[in-house]
């Protein structure tokens, strides 16, 4: 008896073979990373990891806040990371697919102490949730920044308001405007829309 194999069936097994790691890239929640990766290849976003404490010396804040920019190729992306109004950058590499991770060739201030290092080893990144609506990301710059329902603002009740160094991913964008949400609700999503001159994005933020 002849076994005889389509094109079509072939064209399946092959499709079947692809390991994992190939499968496409995915915008989303990697855990403290929240990152966009568009169909050009183009990758940014705002990594946010804080350890809680009240400022006393005997419980300190720590951060660990940047941004992330670069470009994916085959899976993996050199990316420059810096903190707002800092003149320093910070190389890296940004692996995805199977096992994402991101190594840096420095830590950032505070990242020690709130998420550990990034230099001698990779930081393993797990996808938590798509966000296929996220076209950005960035960090509050401003001292106060009202979340208004819609632009341009209008005078009204009291709204709520982030503060300096909150990070939030881009929805949308309007002249001088962009529809963000807060990424460290503790409680459902808060959104709203932000004067774009209160936020530094980690790159062009879609039209």
Known sequence: MTFRLSLLGFGALLL?????????MLSGSYGPLALIVGEDG????VFAERRVGNGT???PQFGCL???EGRLEGGEADVV???????????????LGAEPNLQLEKNHGGCLMASGDMRDAPYDLLLD?????WIGAGLVTAGRAILHPSPPAAPGRRRPYLVRFDPVAVLARRPGWIHVEYLEAADGRVTGWLREADVTLSASSGP
């Open 16 to 24: 079947a073979s692809v390991p994992s790691s190939a499968s496409p």
């Open 42 to 45: 183009a990758v940014n976003g």
């Open 57 to 59: 010396p005997e419980a």
């Open 66 to 68: 940047f941004l992330l």
């Open 81 to 95: 990371t810096w903190f707002p109004g800092e003149a320093e950058r910070i190389r890296g590499e940004l692996r």
């Open 129 to 133: 949730e798509r966000r296929d609506d």
